[in-house]
């Protein structure tokens, strides 16, 4: 579990500044458990790639884990 500041610098038309802070918590998951909780959730599990281009699982591991799945 890992805490996430962002933090946006942003200057508008006029000239205006602001400081816009998004604070979130950051959580990792290891395939076997994200499937397990999908699956206790009510979802079948479809399809698992490696990134959001649909590459297979495994293809750029480690990269992303990316679900596919239906409420059953």
Known sequence: ?????????????????????????????????????LVRA????EALFSYFDRSPYGSAYPEQLVFVARKV
């Open 1 to 37: 579990m890992l805490d996430f500041e962002r933090i946006y610098e942003v200057t508008d038309a006029a000239g205006k500044e602001e400081r816009i802070v998004h604070a979130f918590p950051f959580r990792y998951f290891f395939r076997y458990e994200m499937e397990h909780l």
């Open 42 to 45: 009510g979802f079948e599990v």
